[in-house]
Antibody
């Protein structure tokens, strides 16, 4: 059974940093393309970015609102996907989901990141 | 990258059919046959219902069907049931980073 478990969310002040993680099991993580999708409270879904597997070049694409502030990475030895978030603003408050690509077939339960002073 | 446009809400009575539209541009919906639809119940993660415009993953009810015409994709729910009350999102591949865009979301209300 495919499982994605996010962790690391919490409360952070504007301008601060946070790293959230997604631990995968039940499938060949090293072969998978993965993405982060966020959802602000009461709002719609927004793809934050995507990372390909190393075999396909490990290319990473980011959405314009987070480019230059957020970094997606992966540790295939730990079956873990990361999202490093810097220079956080109130607009980054959201539930952050990790999901498998390219179809977004599998999703984690999400981790809440709250940016507030 | 602007979100794809969906109606804010659609309602129907049990047993009826409803259709949700998803309008984009030739750079996303109209340019590729990579439209997906997701169902999301409150407090839950989204669930993939339709991919590649009209294909269903294993286990998804055949009451859900997808189609596309030009820059607009559609999701039809047949035989509406109380459990179908949820938010629905479309998604499409796009030529612009981050290479995927979601719709604004539609709340389905079962009367």
């Amino acid at each position: 059974e495919v499982q994605l478990v996010e962790s690391g969310g919490g409360l952070v002040k504007p301008g601060g940093s946070l790293r959230v993680s997604c631990t995968a099991s039940g499938f060949a993580f090293s072969n998978a393309w993965m993405s982060w999708v966020r959802q602000a409270p009461g709002k719609g879904l927004e793809r934050v970015g995507r990372i390909k597997n190393k075999g396909d070049g490990g290319t990473i694409d980011y959405a314009a609102p987070v480019k230059g502030r957020f970094t997606i990475s992966r540790d295939d030895s730990k079956n873990t996907l990361y999202l490093q978030m810097n220079s956080l603003t109130i607009a980054d408050t959201a539930v952050y989901f990790c999901t498998t690509e390219p179809l977004h077939l599998n999703w984690g339960q999400g981790t809440l990141v709250t940016v507030s002073s | 990258q602007s979100a794809l446009t969906q109606p804010a809400s659609v309602s129907g009575s049990p047993g009826q059919s409803i259709t949700i539209s998803c309008t984009g541009t030739s750079s996303d919906v109209g340019g590729y046959n990579y439209v997906s639809w997701f169902q999301q119940h409150p407090g839950k993660a989204p669930k993939l219902l339709i991919y590649d415009v009209s294909d269903r993953p294993s286990g998804v009810s055949n009451r859900f069907s997808g189609s596309k015409s030009g820059n607009t994709a559609s999701l039809t729910i047949s035989g509406l049931q109380a459990e179908d009350e949820a938010d629905y999102y479309c998604s499409s591949y796009t030529s612009r980073s981050p290479l995927s865009v979601f719709g604004t979301g539609t709340k389905v209300i079962v009367l």
